[in-house]
């Protein structure tokens, strides 16, 4: 069975960092661009970062660009995002995407996580 779940988040404090990871099973992650979503309360999903299926490849959204770093380790099937400098804005609920589309998985792909939630709060 296709699985994403993500682990990692939690409550931290602003300015502080968290790093959140996607462990994947029963499809091919070294052969799928892997993305990063989020969902803030009352809001819209929003497209956070996607990497390609050999990790040479990054793009950011603006809101995070130069604070978020994503990275993947294809060997153990994992997604990675480093989250420093946090503000309350970056509270939200984050998923994990794949497909073996680039243009799918900026826009959501096949598969999901459950979501997992960050919390930028004094």
């Known amino acids: 069975q296709v699985q994403l779940v993500e682990s990692g988040g939690g409550l931290v404090q602003p300015g502080g960092s968290l790093r959140l990871s996607c462990t994947a099973s029963?499809?091919?992650?070294?052969?799928?661009?892997m993305s990063w979503f989020r969902q803030a309360p009352g809001e819209g999903l929003d497209w956070v970062s996607d990497?390609?299926?050999?990790?040479?490849?990054?793009y950011y959204a603006d809101s995070v660009k130069g604070r978020f770093t994503i990275s993947r380790d294809n060997a153990k099937n994992t997604l990675y995002l480093q989250m420093n400098s946090l503000t309350p804005e970056d509270t939200a609920l984050y998923y994990c995407s794949a497909d073996t589309s680039r243009a799918i998985a900026h826009m959501g792909g096949e598969y999901w996580g459950q979501g997992i939630q960050v919390t930028v709060s004094s």
């Open positions: 990497i390609n299926d050999g990790g040479g490849s990054t």
């Open positions: 029963g499809f091919t992650f070294k052969s799928h661009t």
